[in-house]
């Protein structure tokens, strides 16, 4: 599926973005992601530009235009979010963005955001703190719950390997 590989691919970009940064400019994230996306999802690509205007809409405004971006891709039809985030790949992804850029600094205002908006938000939490871990690192994580991940060791050290790699590429 176009849109879901357009999706991962925006995630991974932003990841990859905001493991080495130590501030959020906006722009430059925007783009990245754009450009990942759009190699699978012109439109998709489109909407991850549009969050500048988007972040300036209130929560439920915002998730409306979600929602009509949802629909437009396929989804018949159109869900009503107001039971809380749809299972919809293209909602959940703009939503974590939305969730995540809305408080980049702080990792419990994101995801207690994040789960306060009900429904999918399994998904949702899980690339909202996916982001907000990313840039924020393991220290800004709340202890408890990095010592209870499961596969922790595992996941860390391929996380590692990724990121030299990564870095041995940007040289």
């Not at 702080?106 to 938000?121: C, N, Q």
């Not at 840039?135 to 595992?154: H, N, T």
């Amino acid at each position: 599926d176009p849109l879901v590989a357009a999706a991962a691919a925006a995630l991974a970009a932003a990841v990859a973005g905001l493991v080495v940064s130590t501030e959020i400019i906006l722009g430059r994230l925007l783009d990245q992601m754009s450009q990942a996306a759009g190699r699978f999802h012109g439109d998709t690509a489109e909407r991850i530009l549009d969050f500048p205007r988007i972040l300036s809409l209130t929560e439920y405004r915002a998730l409306e235009q979600f929602d009509l971006a949802a629909f437009k891709s396929g989804r018949d039809p159109m869900a009503t979010y107001n039971a809380g985030i749809p299972d919809h790949g293209l909602f959940v992804f703009l939503a974590a963005v939305y969730y995540f850029l809305r408080s980049p600094y702080d990792f419990e205002k994101t995801l207690a955001a994040s789960l306060r908006a009900g429904g999918e938000v399994s998904t949702l939490c899980a690339l909202t703190g996916s982001l907000s871990g990313a840039f924020l690192g393991e220290e800004a994580l709340p202890m408890d719950l990095v010592e209870k991940m499961q596969q922790r060791q595992w996941l860390q050290s391929q996380s590692d390997a990724l990121l030299e790699v990564w870095e041995k590429k940007k040289s």
